[in-house]
């Protein structure tokens, strides 16, 4: 018997195992696909993601990976745009868009080092019940051979569409609709530094550098839009990129060396994290638009949470209740201010007083910097646009 099984192995299921493991615990992590294994992402590791990751040790094979350090992030919602340097977070003062085939690999290798079980290519189809309480996990192989497991807790670390949140029929609240569509591939030729974001009447643009000398080159539209972009995705994510004359040139100085990848998986919502037997982690159970960014450092801090939680609930230090009950709320509250943010930019139709503000920062570069540092979280939201914060601002503009 496990003390946890862990559907779903990339970056919050590997993540949870990992640390689980290193408390000691037992774990089976099992996915469906085999690592390396590639998935729709937005890629950006913001600052204070790679604090985990350092804390965790796994920052190195990262930074080994030829995935270049960006120290600068580009924000343009109208001309002037503003590019700016985000204050350090812990100490890291860079951010870092790895592909998954390698990000997800580190990390599931990582847990299994630390003493996790890893079962690839295993399709989990149904949970194990005991009096309604969640026990374990029903699965098959590649080869088609049906196992059954048990364990203390089973967690749904598996996506949008999470088996275990429909098995169980986690609640959702404070749901949003899908706002946008996301495109996206990768270039040759591409100059990109850093992370570059502009916006234009409903559309979106974003390059990013990543491993191996490429460019990713993001593409994100009104959801409405998605039929028209379904039926000729070439076309319309090239089109797309014509947004602005100086984006149109960096592209049109490259190449595209892979096929386009895409999703209009861009619900927002939070689910009830926990149940008798079973919790959820990452985009199981907490769900933003792409536009931001933050999934992958949302499922480094949440694993750490839940990992806190469910020690406290094996150790007997707290009821299982009361130590999953404190992961949702401080899940909750770390990410809700985010939450708001990503769901008022991805309307891709910025507000005349967002746009009156940003104009005003042009000159202002120590605010820049802390204007596209509440991108990566490293300024609290609640700092930045403080009313006597944007006071400051327009009273600068103003005195230019």
Request: hydrophobic letters at 40%.
């Amino acid at each position: 018997m496990y003390d946890a099984i862990i559907i779903g192995a990339r970056c919050a299921g590997s993540s949870l195992a990992l640390l689980l493991a290193r408390k000691g615990y037992r774990v089976l992590l099992a996915d469906r696909t085999i690592f390396p294994s590639d998935t729709i992402s937005t890629h950006l590791i913001w600052a204070p993601g790679l604090v985990y990751l350092r804390r965790w040790g796994l920052l190195p094979a990262i930074a080994a990976s030829n995935c270049p350090p960006i120290r600068r992030v580009s924000v343009n919602l109208a001309d002037p745009g503003l590019t700016g340097s985000p204050p350090p977070c812990d100490g890291i003062d860079f951010q870092y868009c790895p592909r998954r085939t390698i990000l997800d690999k580190v990390l599931a290798e990582a847990a299994a080092v630390a003493g996790a079980e890893l079962r690839e290519a295993f399709t989990v189809e149904d949970v194990r019940r005991d009096s309604g309480r969640v026990t374990g996990i029903r699965g098959h192989s590649r080869s088609g051979r049906t196992i059954s497991d048990r364990a203390r807790v089973v967690v749904g670390a598996d996506g949008v569409h999470s088996m275990l949140a429909r098995a169980t029929g986690a609640a959702e609240y404070n749901a949003r609709p899908a706002m946008t569509c996301l495109y996206y591939s990768y270039w040759t030729g591409v100059e990109a530094a850093e992370v570059h974001f502009i916006v234009r009447s409903g559309s979106a643009v974003g390059a990013f550098p990543t491993n191996d000398g490429l460019t990713c080159i993001v593409s994100i539209e009104r959801i409405e839009r998605f039929a028209g972009i379904k039926a000729d995705v070439e076309q319309r994510y090239l089109q797309s990129l014509e947004i602005a004359p100086e984006f149109r040139e960096r592209v049109r100085a490259g190449r595209r060396v892979e096929r386009i990848y895409g999703t209009a998986e861009s619900r927002n919502f939070f689910r009830r994290p926990y149940g008798d037997g079973w919790a959820l982690l990452g985009d199981a159970g907490y769900h933003k638009d792409p536009v931001t960014a933050q999934g992958i450092t949302d499922a480094f801090r949440d694993a750490e949470l839940l990992a806190d939680a469910l020690d406290e609930a094996f150790s007997g230090r707290r009821t299982y209740n009361e130590a999953l009950a404190q992961y949702e709320r401080r899940r909750n509250d770390s990410v809700l201010p985010m939450y708001e943010l990503t769901c008022h930019l991805a309307s891709l139709d910025p507000a005349p007083e967002q746009l009156q503000l940003t104009a005003a920062l042009d000159g202002q570069q120590q605010q820049v910097d802390r204007f596209v540092g509440t991108f990566t979280g490293a300024v609290p939201m609640a700092d930045f646009y403080a009313p006597e914060n944007v006071a400051r601002v327009l009273a600068a503009a103003g005195g230019q």
